[in-house]
């Protein structure tokens, strides 16, 4: 179902990104190109700079070099000649903002507004950013609430609902808004483990419907069964990408990728 | 000694009202001023943050009394003449601005960075990012401390007795002058600033209860 | 506007303002000294008290933390010699004062601080057959010092501030040499910019050798 091939049109294109903080190289001439409806994993130690990919996607980040695409437009900066040579013109905060909201994110630590209903949470983007009345906005926030199972929680704080409630408005707050794509940076990591599931199972029926997504995970199962592709990161760089049943093999070359999956089952089966 | 009190009290009325007018000007004016202040030292561009970086500090390391003088004798050698009265407004408000701007630096620098990370991700602007997300949780968390310290400026305002202001300070020193009866009016002076005090305590206490859900 | 700037006649008084400055700090200390003896022994009796005595020392916090301290300064220097047959210096009439009012704060301080003691350590201080004296002596108070150690120093540097209401009762502290120069050479601007950096720079000195002792105190046990 998924285009994996590598010469569709792709809605991501992110094209030798480097970003360093400080003396510290967080990335290094990161490529990846994303079709639409592809579902790609991000795996490798912490450290190697998968969170920071994923938020150099939205801007949450900036980087140093390279370029990052969405359906060909440049994220964070202004076309213009010679991104490279210093430039590059940051893109204005009406901009920076419209382009953001093209992409979904979820977040972690879920990140809700702790003063707004989980309802409130996912209208707040879907009036003041997608213009729609209040009325229009709550019957969208309903619907997704109803599609992530939580139809009764409503009205609810974020401090009345669990983690794994959180999640789910989380998730429901990103793609209410339509994204073109949705990123997922560890959604499951500050979750107690019965918790994980219900989450995992709202992602599953995201992908399934052919929402594009890019996930940084430790659920290495997660990402065997749900990604179309899987990207091993080490050090800031792929240092592994492709189908999962690939990249995931016991028996890979990657010198790299061998040890962090062997000490990866060693501590997780 | 109590009939010439009592006939003083009209005289006290006055004065506790002019105490209640001026904390009142002071508060509602550093309030306004101070968030301003505050938004700036938290967003500001770098030399808006120093100066009121250096202005808190500096005004919050001197003595209000200093502060006070200051203004009061300062600005007429400098050509500004301002009513004693204003004068002190300006100096207690200048006090009571470096606490609203701490205080608002403290409520938007307790909210998490993910607050604002999430507001951007749904593509909120930067003024719909403060006005929706971080302002509505900052107010709740500034606002006790805030009523708590609004005490201070009663309790500042005594100062100003020492311009001639005719506060409820003044006024029981100047019943004292002609009655001689310094210990009732002096407890009887304390029971009216307390009594103020307490209820906006009160009321305090009462709010930080009322948003304890914000805080997880 | 037309003023110009000149320290000469601030440097020819300076006497003024550098015995007043002193003069400010002992009075800050004598009165915070005063003030934790106040403050420690009303903590540990308001937390082993009943709801009579609890409910006094509560008054009495209350009591001075709502009602101005020039009010409390007149009212012991002008006021009470009115009613009790005693003498006393404005002096130390005003360290009487501040000693109680920094009391008052400090009990807060100290009573919080003994109530953030963890249980356990005064169940293994039970456990190895300490008397409730030994406890409070050996566990309790060392464990509280460190917890209250930076509201102790912020309580001292405000009381360093407060001393300038001294000068309403004309104890010659630094604010009261400020107002004399004042009044007597008229460098109005001069006096309080220099009396603004005084105050500023002992009390910011002040704030960072206690910050020292602090970090002294919490890495020396």
Known sequence: ?269 | MLGQIAYALPFLAEGFALTLWVSLLVVVLSLIAGVVLGVGLVYGPAPLRWAVRIFSDTIRGIPILVLIFFVYYGLPAVGVHLQSFWAAVLALTLFKIAQVVEYLRGAVASIPKGQSEAAMAIGLTFRQRLTYVIFPQAFRRFLPPWINGVTDAVKGSALVSLLGITDLMQAINQVIGRTYEAMPLYILGALLYFAVNYALSLASRRLEQRFAFIRE | MGYTLNFNLIWRHFDKLWGGLLLSLELAVISIAIGIIIGLVLAVWYVSAGRVVRGIIASYVEFIRNVPLILLVYLVFYGLPTVIDLAYSAQTSFVATLAVYSGAYLVEVFRSGLEAVPRGQLDAGKAIGLTPWQRLVHVRLPTMMRITLPALSNTFISLFKDTSVASVISVPELTYGAQWINFNTFRIVEVYLVVTAMYLVTGYALLFALRLVERWYRTAR
């Open chain 1, 1 to 269: 179902m998924a285009a994996t091939s590598n010469n569709s049109p792709a809605l991501l294109d992110i094209a030798e990104v480097s970003k360093s903080f400080g003396s510290v190289e967080v990335l290094r001439s990161v490529s990846l190109k994303v079709a639409k409806g592809e579902v790609v994993a991000v795996i490798g130690p912490s450290g190697s700079g998968k969170t920071t990919l994923l938020r150099c996607v939205n801007f949450l980040e900036s980087y140093d070099s390279g370029s990052i695409r969405i359906d060909s437009k440049e994220v964070g900066f202004r076309p213009g000649p010679a991104r490279d040579s210093g430039a590059r013109q940051r893109r204005s905060e009406r901009d920076l903002a419209a382009m953001r909201a093209e992409t979904g994110m979820v977040f972690q630590s879920f990140n809700l507004f702790p003063h707004l209903t989980a309802a409130g949470n996912i209208m707040l983007g879907l009036t003041k950013v997608r213009g729609k009345s209040n009325a229009e906005a709550r019957s969208i926030a309903e619907h997704w609430l109803g599609r992530v199972g939580l139809a009764h929680k409503a009205d609810s704080l974020p401090a009345e609902l669990s983690g794994g409630q959180q999640q789910r408005v989380g998730i429901a707050r990103a793609v209410a808004m339509e994204p073109k794509i949705l990123l997922l940076d560890e959604i499951t990591s500050a979750l107690d483990p019965e918790l994980v599931g219900e989450v995992l199972a709202v992602v599953r029926s995201l992908a399934e419907e052919g929402m594009t997504m890019v996930m940084v995970t430790h659920e290495m199962a997660f990402a065997r069964d749900a990604s179309s592709r899987i990207v091993f990161m080490a050090d800031g760089g792929v240092s592994a990408v492709g189908p999962p049943k690939e990249v995931l093999a016991a028996e890979t070359t990657n010198e790299r990728l061998r040890t962090f999956l062997a000490r990866f089952r060693a501590s997780h089966f």
